[in-house]
């Protein structure tokens, strides 16, 4: 059965430090990985990462995949109260549909 | 649109009855997925659209759960006789490409149902 497991479950932090966020996986043929934030309302799509070891980056944030040990993580630098959110890792399949499998998802609080 | 939009945005239902959620996709996206997410929890698949046909339901819980998409744009999930443990967020996602792509897919705001 196709598994995402996020660690820590929650992480509380100081405005200005910097976090780094775990995603393993067991999928069969995998696809593609997706990061996602999400407040009180809808997943916000942050990155999608198909290939081992090439960094995505966006700002403050920054992601990579390591597909040969099965694992993400996203990095968060110079943390704001703004970033204060449930982070989402997801797994596509490839497999008919293309759905994705999320992790039960990393609850940070940044504190001011 | 500029995003995918749900309605209604809560929803309380006594047990025992039918609820019917809408959502409408990104203008043109092919496919349309629909999650259930739990207290807690990361969302769980239910089923998927690419245009107007439900090409993979293996996810929905049970017979009473009904998804359509009659004209491959907007779309209804429908829950009859609902239960307490129907009780949920259900996201709606879409994105603009079919199965055999790798492909973004954009959420929107979900629908939180309470059943009593």
């Known amino acids: 059965e196709d598994k995402v497991v996020q660690s820590p479950l929650s992480l509380v932090v100081h405005e200005g430090d910097t976090v780094t966020l775990n995603c393993s996986y067991e999928?069969?043929?995998?696809?593609?990985l997706l990061w996602y934030k999400q407040e009180k309302k809808a997943p916000t799509f942050l990155f999608m990462l198909t290939s081992s070891g090439i960094e995505k980056k966006s700002g403050r944030l920054s992601s990579i995949l390591d597909k040969k040990e099965l694992f993400s993580i996203l990095n968060i630098t110079a943390t704001q109260t703004g970033d204060s959110a449930v982070y989402l890792c997801?797994?596509?399949?490839?497999?008919?549909?293309?759905?994705?499998?999320f992790g039960a998802g990393t609850i940070l609080r940044v504190k001011s | 649109g500029a995003g995918v939009s749900q309605s209604p945005r809560y929803k309380v239902a006594k047990r025992g009855q039918d609820v019917a959620l809408r959502c409408d996709p990104i203008?043109?996206?092919?496919?349309l997925f629909w999650y259930q997410q739990a207290l807690g929890q990361g969302p769980e698949f239910l089923t998927y659209f690419q245009n107007e046909a439900q090409l993979d339901k293996s996810g929905l819980p049970s017979d009473r759960f009904f998804a359509e998409r009659p004209e491959g744009s907007v779309s209804t999930l429908k829950i009859q006789r609902t239960q307490q443990e129907d009780s949920a967020v259900y996201l709606c996602a879409s994105s603009l490409k079919g199965l055999a792509f790798t492909d973004t897919q954009y959420f929107g705001p979900g629908t939180r149902l309470t059943v009593l």
């Open positions: 999928v069969t043929n995998f696809r593609s």
């Open positions: 203008s043109g996206h092919v496919s």
């Open positions: 997801a797994v596509g399949p490839r497999e008919y549909g293309n759905k994705l499998v």
